[in-house]
């Protein structure tokens, strides 16, 4: 075992791969909990909190596990202190997340009270109201508790995981896949590079997302040929998800996140 981890830790691929399978295993588990055909799930007001939200305490167990070996693999990591690549990064977090909440925001505005069965289905103008939520816990400690982990998962975790992964490995790596995929410059531009990662980005998020994970997803590699900076795409993540999060706990919009 000791042998297994040393080796991802040398390993420059294995570092940016590892984590981010590790982070997808666990969102595979948490379907399978979450599939009342097996038996683990038990919605029921005499079951205990952790068999009626998996969730959570798999997230937060998800996000300890995964910032353990992203701090064990840091030295692979390149990341730099540009703070004003770092402010552009984070100004088109801001933009790009704006994207992603505005057909909640125009589902509000139209006054709709059931989701339509039309285009505005497919750009995602629905309502967002079943998701994550703390408030199970009632206005308690476990509610800022829940909270909190569910926020550093989403702004600590998930950019760092993904974009390690999306930017810092796979761009280069479809570039070059049968050489040394590593001399490829960060932020190389390549038609092939874009077409496929922010394809897989966007087919990573549910079906009312996409249009807008389309969006996000090109404006993050635009931020990312533009700066040559993982800080920077790393910090619009960020920024964009800690937006989401505000937004969706303060709106009741708990389906986004």
């Known amino acids: 075992m ?3 981890f040393s080796s991802i830790k040398r390993d420059k691929t294995k570092a940016h791969v590892v984590p981010f399978a590790l ?3 666990f969102l595979f588990l948490l379907m399978l909990v979450g599939d009342s055909s097996l038996g683990f799930i038990w919605k029921h007001a005499d079951a205990p ?3 009626r939200y998996p969730e959570h305490w798999l997230y937060p167990l998800q996000s300890l596990i995964v910032i353990s070996m992203l701090w064990y693999c840091r030295k692979q990591y390149e990341f730099r202190w540009e703070p004003s690549k770092i402010l552009f990064g984070a100004i088109l977090g801001a933009i790009g997340i704006g994207f992603w909440i505005l057909p909640s925001i125009t589902y509000d505005l139209l006054g709709l009270k059931e ?3 039309n285009w505005m289905k497919w750009l995602g103008i629905i309502e967002r109201d079943k998701g994550f939520d703390p408030g ?3 206005n308690t400690a476990g509610y800022w508790s829940s909270l909190t982990l569910r ?3 989403a702004v600590v975790v998930v950019s760092l995981v993904e974009e390690i992964f999306w930017r810092g490995f796979l761009m280069r790596f479809l570039l070059k896949p049968d050489g040394n995929y590593w001399k490829v410059p960060f932020g190389t531009f390549a038609w092939k590079s874009y077409l496929i990662v922010t394809a897989a980005f966007v087919s990573a998020h549910q079906a009312c997302d996409r249009p807008a994970a389309l969006i996000y997803g090109t404006l993050a590699y635009y931020v990312t040929v533009k700066t040559k900076s ?3 795409v790393v910090a619009m993540h960020a920024v964009a998800n800690f ?3 505000w937004y969706a706990v303060t709106y009741d919009k708990l389906g986004l996140w």
């Open 2 to 4: 000791r042998e297994l």
């Open 23 to 25: 982070f997808m295993g």
């Open 49 to 51: 909190w952790w068999r």
């Open 115 to 117: 989701d339509p069965d």
């Open 136 to 138: 199970v816990f009632g």
């Open 151 to 153: 926020m550093f998962r």
């Open 230 to 232: 993982l800080s920077a």
């Open 243 to 245: 937006i989401m999060g």
